[in-house]
């Protein structure tokens, strides 16, 4: 779950309603109204220094009442409610901020910005679209919108908008490594590896590259760069205190783990994982009381959810959304690729759009733990109609005119019940993969600052318990919600768990599921080009190699 930092709304003010005022004053009907208007935000500015949040709040909605096209105040209203703890009612200004877009490429890109947080995905398309018609627009405009692309999960527009901006001047080594990220995502394999040693040569010790290149294909003998890595290595300051720097050396340990892993060199292999782990480990402490806390809670709700007077249908017709959940690597990526390859179903990616809808609904605004917690607290009295109906509104122009689009993001495993009472037509569909493989699958990922539950080997464990734990309960107390499909046997049987995938969804059967390798759609995933294999046995069985080194895991998880 992304955690969205809203900033101190004091200094904003100051910047935005008392900044350059020349950018907006085309939109004041008379100078006795841009005199009047002007003199509410300084009174909003007082009151917020002064402390008095509800007074500048007041004063604020008088503002943006009186001037429904000034962006900046709305923005700063929006985000005075959502400090404020009114995280639904704070989308009423933005949506009013996108019916008079200004031309200022910055506030809008903000605006959308401020609406993907609050689930109103529709409203920042319209803002990037606007801002699409710009002409001749400067780089870090098209970078801008190129990351909110990729945000809303549109990776071909993404792609294209940041080779515009490289084209445009954009030169710093993120930009090339997102472009080598989005080329790789959409196909195009070859020219990512062109791009990423191109980063490499400019930038020797940019670890992103690093990762990205040896993650982009099997390392083999003739062709690899273990010897840059260790001389990065070598150069790194080993005991460096600084999080950065310490990041960047994870990064490096684990490109030497996964060149000398596809080299076949398992003895040098672990050292670098386990170093690179330790340190992340140590950047990313891992919050087990958080992760049962969320357990108990949507265990303890799920009844009452159940039971919910509030769960009616969402009068909307459409696409319908296809779920696949599971603990991560439980190859939720692969059976996306084979059911998006039907010719009636579309891949949404992996989307946060259900949790997005249900924060809203329930009128808590995303806030890790402690927000997951309320939400859960509130959601048996909550309207499900509504859920199932801002979260359909919202999602199915990723459809892209198929009957069917799938949601693929395997932590809403924790969603089950909620999306059961929100969307009871929906199909849901349940990765199961054997222990051991998919908890090493997590171990040896490197998936940054986030899942910090992936970098040692007991709170691994502890996270695949809670996870299974919660299956097996939705499984006993909501019997048929979901259909469980085995990764070994959709990859040494596919056509007999296809069978029944389809037949589970509605869904006639096609040959093309059985041949994802064919499938052209993007895949914004770190297991982009594996997917684009044909389906194949290998990723079974392969912590077995390391054995010895995973007696700890082993042991916890039995």
Same mark, same amino acid.
């Given at each position: 779950?992304?955690?969205?930092?809203?900033?101190?709304?004091?200094?904003?003010?100051?910047?935005?309603?008392?900044?350059?005022?020349?950018?907006?004053?085309?939109?004041?009907?008379?100078?006795?109204?841009?005199?009047?208007? #002007?003199?509410? +935000?300084?009174?909003?500015?007082?009151?917020?220094? @002064?402390?008095?949040?509800?007074?500048? #709040?007041?004063?604020?909605?008088?503002?943006?009442?009186?001037?429904?096209? /000034?962006?900046?105040?709305?923005?700063?209203?929006?985000?005075?409610?959502?400090?404020?703890?009114?995280?639904?009612?704070?989308?009423?200004?933005?949506?009013?901020?996108?019916?008079?877009?200004?031309?200022?490429?910055?506030?809008?890109?903000?605006?959308?910005?401020?609406?993907?947080?609050?689930?109103?995905? !529709?409203?920042?398309?319209?803002?990037?679209?606007?801002?699409?018609?710009?002409?001749?627009?400067?780089?870090?405009?098209? %970078?801008?919108?190129?990351?909110? +692309?990729?945000?809303?999960?549109?990776?071909?527009?993404?792609?294209?908008?940041?080779?515009?901006?490289?084209?445009?001047?954009?030169? *710093?080594?993120?930009?090339?490594?997102?472009?080598?990220?989005?080329?790789?995502?959409?196909?195009?394999?070859?020219?990512?590896?062109?791009?990423?040693?191109?980063?490499? #040569?400019?930038?020797?010790?940019?670890?992103?590259?690093?990762?990205? !290149?040896?993650?982009?294909? +099997?390392?083999?003998?003739?062709?690899?760069?273990?010897?840059?890595?260790?001389?990065?290595?070598?150069?790194?300051?080993?005991? @460096?205190?600084?999080?950065?720097?310490?990041?960047?050396?994870?990064?490096?340990?684990?490109?030497?783990?996964? %060149?000398?892993?596809?080299?076949?060199?398992?003895?040098?292999?672990?050292?670098?994982?386990?170093?690179?782990?330790?340190?992340?480990?140590?950047?990313?402490?891992?919050?087990?009381?958080?992760?049962?806390?969320?357990?108990?809670?949507?265990?303890?709700?799920?009844?009452?959810?159940?039971?919910?007077?509030?769960?009616? *249908?969402?009068?909307?017709?459409?696409?319908?959304?296809?779920?696949?959940?599971?603990?991560?690597?439980?190859?939720?990526?692969? !059976?996306?690729?084979?059911?998006?390859?039907?010719? #009636?179903?579309?891949?949404?990616?992996?989307?946060?759009?259900?949790?997005?809808?249900?924060?809203? =609904?329930?009128? =808590?605004?995303?806030?890790? =733990?402690?927000?997951?917690?309320?939400?859960?607290?509130?959601?048996?009295?909550?309207?499900?109609?509504?859920?199932?109906?801002?979260?359909?509104?919202?999602?199915?122009?990723?459809?892209?005119?198929?009957?069917?689009?799938?949601?693929?993001?395997?932590?809403?495993?924790?969603?089950?019940?909620?999306?059961?009472?929100?969307?009871?037509?929906?199909?849901?569909?349940?990765?199961?993969?054997?222990?051991?493989?998919?908890?090493?699958?997590?171990?040896?990922?490197?998936?940054?600052?986030?899942?910090?539950?992936?970098?040692?080997?007991?709170?691994?464990?502890?996270?695949?318990?809670?996870?299974?734990?919660?299956?097996?309960?939705?499984?006993?107390?909501?019997?048929?919600?979901?259909?469980?499909?085995?990764?070994?046997?959709?990859?040494?049987?596919? /056509?007999?768990?296809?069978?029944?995938?389809?037949?589970?969804?509605?869904?006639?059967?096609?040959?093309?599921?059985?041949?994802?390798?064919?499938?052209?759609?993007?895949?914004? %995933?770190?297991? @982009?080009?594996? =997917?684009?294999?044909?389906?194949?046995?290998?990723?079974?069985?392969?912590?077995?190699?390391?054995?010895?080194?995973?007696?700890?895991?082993?042991?916890?998880?039995?």
């Amino acid at each position: 779950m992304r955690v969205v930092r809203i900033p101190d709304c004091a200094p904003r003010l100051a910047g935005l309603l008392l900044g350059d005022r020349s950018k907006y004053s085309h939109q004041m009907n008379t100078s006795d109204h841009a005199s009047a208007h #002007q003199r509410l +935000r300084e009174q909003a500015i007082r009151q917020i220094r @002064s402390d008095q949040p509800e007074a500048a #709040q007041a004063t604020l909605e008088i503002l943006v009442r009186q001037a429904p096209q /000034d962006t900046p105040a709305c923005l700063e209203l929006a985000d005075l409610m959502y400090r404020r703890g009114q995280f639904r009612a704070s989308s009423e200004p933005l949506l009013q901020a996108s019916e008079h877009l200004p031309r200022h490429a910055p506030l809008v890109l903000q605006l959308a910005d401020h609406l993907t947080v609050r689930g109103e995905v !529709l409203a920042a398309r319209k803002c990037l679209d606007f801002l699409s018609q710009a002409p001749d627009p400067p780089a870090e405009l098209l %970078t801008g919108q190129a990351n909110m +692309r990729f945000r809303l999960g549109e990776v071909v527009k993404a792609r294209e908008l940041l080779q515009r901006a490289l084209k445009a001047g954009a030169d *710093d080594p993120g930009q090339h490594h997102m472009h080598a990220m989005l080329l790789q995502f959409t196909g195009c394999d070859e020219q990512a590896r062109v791009e990423l040693e191109k980063c490499l #040569q400019r930038w020797p010790h940019f670890g992103d590259a690093a990762m990205a !290149l040896v993650n982009l294909r +099997r390392q083999s003998a003739d062709s690899n760069v273990l010897d840059h890595i260790e001389a990065q290595l070598h150069r790194l300051p080993a005991e @460096s205190r600084d999080p950065d720097e310490q990041f960047v050396r994870a990064e490096f340990e684990y490109a030497r783990f996964k %060149t000398l892993d596809d080299l076949g060199r398992v003895d040098e292999a672990w050292p670098s994982l386990a170093r690179c782990n330790a340190i992340m480990h140590a950047l990313n402490p891992n919050d087990a009381t958080g992760e049962a806390a969320v357990t108990e809670a949507l265990i303890g709700a799920s009844a009452k959810i159940k039971d919910a007077k509030h769960a009616s *249908d969402p009068d909307f017709q459409g696409p319908v959304p296809i779920f696949i959940v599971g603990m991560p690597r439980s190859g939720t990526t692969l !059976l996306d690729r084979m059911l998006s390859s039907h010719s #009636q179903v579309a891949s949404a990616g992996e989307i946060n759009d259900f949790l997005r809808q249900l924060h809203w =609904v329930a009128d =808590v605004a995303p806030g890790g =733990v402690q927000g997951m917690l309320e939400s859960i607290r509130r959601s048996p009295e909550i309207d499900f109609g509504l859920l199932g109906s801002r979260y359909l509104e919202q999602t199915q122009w990723r459809a892209r005119g198929c009957g069917y689009y799938v949601d693929k993001l395997p932590t809403n495993i924790q969603m089950i019940a909620l999306i059961r009472r929100a969307l009871p037509h929906a199909p849901i569909i349940h990765m199961v993969r054997e222990p051991m493989d998919v908890c090493f699958s997590n171990f040896k990922a490197m998936f940054g600052n986030i899942s910090a539950y992936s970098y040692d080997m007991l709170a691994l464990a502890h996270f695949y318990r809670q996870y299974r734990l919660l299956a097996a309960h939705w499984s006993a107390t909501l019997p048929g919600a979901m259909l469980e499909v085995s990764y070994a046997q959709l990859v040494r049987e596919p /056509d007999v768990a296809m069978r029944r995938v389809l037949e589970h969804c509605g869904l006639d059967i096609e040959q093309d599921c059985l041949h994802p390798e064919r499938n052209p759609l993007p895949v914004a %995933t770190p297991s @982009s080009t594996q =997917v684009r294999e044909p389906i194949h046995t290998r990723s079974i069985g392969q912590w077995r190699q390391y054995a010895e080194q995973l007696e700890p895991l082993r042991r916890a998880l039995s």
